[in-house]
């Protein structure tokens, strides 16, 4: 790639990266199926199509990969096997070319530059995607999995050598009707297989799931507002250098709050808005709760008369039987057997 200016940089870090949750998941297989240690990543290239400003990452295959611990720039990539893959994929979807490569990370490595320049044989441009398989202590804890790159070779405004570097571009994970459709199946799959037989059961284990995605989205908030205030006592101590464009995205999202500290109104109307949906939810939640009691209190009372009608002699079934038939009630039955019963205990007696 040739030499970039530090304005190119800039406009190539506005590219946006559109990753499908196929892709996700066959990482997430990729890795599960190797076995990983602390030192140990997976490796494999992304398909789909490179439109300029939106490079579309539809699917992926795993790629044999092997590397030195003790040194990172020497490493294994079978690009005959990468040839031979998107040869088949080719007769497949014609329209998913190669863009670039994933590995699981979950940090840049030293090697990645390299990486980078072997894949320019299949595209003129690939993105380097690392993509955080870790159940805890990752990136999904705080934010979406992935991490976006392309390599350049920076060209400085004030003359100074040229520098071999990684420029970072956004990443969103979106998916088509179909990709929801199963996302969705699959997830309730994970949920049906905690064993929540019952529909109310299942209904509530939905709601946990939506408040738990809601309270990790808070914490990557949270943790992105950290990131950004020790940036800026950074910045302000000297420590680092002003990234205008960096200030500039701040002072947007700033300007996007609204202001409840002045406008009492506002803070007002804001507040009426919030009690209004817990007011919702609460409501929603009750009428769930009675709904769920008397589902308990007929399926009660419908084993108890299941019972009763077990307990009943074949002389009985049939009398009541001939009464129904007769157009008589079977309660008006059974008060006439217990009356019946009565006199003749009481003759029984005298």
Request: glycine residues 6%; negative net charge.
């Amino acid at each position: 790639m040739p030499g970039l200016t530090t304005a190119q940089v800039t406009a190539l870090s506005s590219t946006n990266v559109v990753i499908h949750p196929l892709v996700l998941l066959s990482v997430v297989d990729h890795a599960s199926r190797v076995p990983l240690s602390r030192n140990k990543r997976v490796l494999g290239i992304l398909l789909g199509q490179d439109n300029g400003g939106i490079i579309n990452v539809a699917n992926s295959f795993a790629v044999p990969f092997e590397e030195d611990d003790r040194d990172p720039k020497t490493f294994f990539l079978d690009l005959d096997y990468v040839e031979e893959m998107w040869r088949m994929f080719r007769k497949v979807n014609a329209k998913e070319r190669p863009v670039g490569f994933y590995h699981s990370g979950p940090r840049l490595r030293s090697s990645d530059l390299e990486i980078s320049d072997l894949i320019r044989r299949f595209c003129d441009r690939p993105v380097m995607v690392i993509v955080d398989v870790r159940s805890t202590g990752g990136r999904g804890e705080t934010g979406i999995p992935t991490d976006a790159y392309f390599a350049v070779e920076e060209i400085r405004d004030d003359g100074t050598a040229t520098q071999r570097t990684f420029t970072h571009v956004p990443t969103t994970i979106e998916a088509e009707e179909a990709e929801e459709i199963g996302v969705e199946h699959l997830l309730r799959d994970v949920s049906s297989s905690s064993g929540a037989p019952s529909s109310s059961l299942l209904t509530t284990q939905s709601l946990s799931t939506r408040v738990t995605t809601q309270l990790s989205a808070l914490r990557g908030l949270h943790a992105r507002l950290a990131d950004i205030g020790e940036y800026l006592d950074r910045v302000r101590a000297g420590k680092m250098p002003i990234n205008h464009q960096v200030i500039s995205q701040v002072q947007e999202v700033v300007g996007l709050l609204p202001q409840l500290g002045g406008d009492a109104e506002l803070g007002k109307a804001f507040r009426v808005g919030v009690n209004d949906s817990s007011m919702v939810v609460y409501l929603s939640a009750l009428v769930r709760t009675v709904l769920a009691l008397h589902e308990l209190i007929d399926n009660r009372i419908s084993m108890a008369q299941q019972e009763l009608d077990d307990a009943k002699t074949p002389e009985q079934k049939k009398a009541e039987a001939a009464a129904e038939a007769a157009g008589v009630k079977a309660e008006d039955v059974e008060k006439a057997r217990k009356e019946k019963k009565d006199e003749d205990e009481k003759k029984a007696k005298k």
